[in-house]
């Protein structure tokens, strides 16, 4: 019997991409985005556009309650290399198009659970902005379509080598080929609707699945996807 045991598996992990190597400002941005520890232990990839003092930033991720397993190569590539720390591929660029229409909500976003002293009641909500981008095109190879506000509905399908990116849900009328990446801000109950799935990759909320492993009764099929309560995808086989 062999010692060795090679094995496959679905893991929740998040990229991170830096715009700044302050890590005091690093620091408060993170804290305010890692609500209330959801992302407690979460495996990340780093990613920077400006150069970073690497095992400085590891070592203030790891206080902030993340697991840093890479970095994509490109800036930091060297850096991690000479500390013997992951380096992942980087991407192949894609166009990032613009949606053919879209449309703003404003929506009302409970502010922390405070009150006044005075009133004792609840302090006024936030109004946020809510964007659903529509596109009528067939999403074409090397095209990225990204809403990081809301959701995306394709109106037609998309081929291979083609992304769609959303923070919220995705619906697509058409059959699906590339990437589909729901809930992209971490957002575990976005879903994931589409026509006819053929995907190289679905995602939502950092968990996903690549094309040998989606379930192959749903392939080519009406499918809504998910994650279940033990943060793992679902598929599940749509009736129309």
């Known amino acids: 019997m062999a010692d060795i045991r090679i094995t496959g598996r679905m893991v929740n992990f998040s990229r991170i991409?830096?715009?700044?190597?302050?890590?005091?400002?690093?620091?408060?941005?993170?804290?305010?985005?890692?609500?209330?520890?959801?992302?407690?232990?979460?495996?990340?990839?780093?990613?920077s556009t400006v150069e970073q003092e690497l095992i400085a930033l590891i070592q203030l991720?790891?206080?902030?309650?993340?697991?840093?397993?890479?970095?994509?190569?490109?800036?930091l590539g060297d850096e991690a290399?000479?500390?013997?720390?992951?380096?992942?591929?980087?991407?192949?660029?894609?166009?990032r198009i613009?949606?053919?229409?879209?449309?703003?909500?404003?929506?009302?976003?409970?502010?922390p659970a405070q009150a006044s002293a005075e009133t004792k009641?609840?302090?006024?909500?936030?109004?946020?902005?809510?964007?659903?981008?529509?596109?009528?095109?067939?999403?074409?190879?090397?095209?990225?379509?990204?809403?990081?506000?809301?959701?995306i509905i394709l109106k037609a399908g998309m081929n291979s080598g083609s992304e769609v990116i959303a923070s919220g849900n995705i619906?697509?009328?058409?059959?699906?080929?590339?990437?589909?990446i729901a809930g992209a801000g971490g957002h575990a109950a976005a879903r994931i609707f589409c026509q006819s799935l053929e995907a190289e990759l679905v995602s939502i909320a950092g968990t996903y699945c690549v094309a040998d492993d989606i379930p192959k009764h749903v392939v080519k099929k009406p499918v809504h996807i998910y994650l279940n309560e033990k943060q793992e995808l679902e598929f599940e086989a749509l009736e129309l």
């Open 17 to 47: 991409t830096f715009d700044t190597n302050d890590h005091d400002v690093i620091r408060q941005q993170l804290s305010n985005m890692l609500n209330e520890g959801s992302y407690q232990g979460t495996l990340v990839i780093i990613d």
């Open 61 to 75: 991720l790891v206080s902030l309650g993340l697991q840093p397993m890479a970095v994509i190569d490109g800036i």
């Open 81 to 95: 290399r000479a500390i013997q720390f992951p380096v992942l591929p980087a991407d192949q660029p894609l166009q």
């Open 98 to 111: 613009k949606a053919t229409a879209e449309q703003v909500a404003i929506v009302e976003k409970p502010a």
């Open 121 to 151: 009641k609840p302090l006024n909500t936030n109004a946020v902005a809510h964007i659903t981008s529509y596109h009528d095109e067939i999403l074409r190879t090397g095209q990225s379509l990204v809403q990081d506000q809301g959701d």
């Open 171 to 180: 619906h697509i009328y058409g059959t699906v080929r590339g990437r589909v």
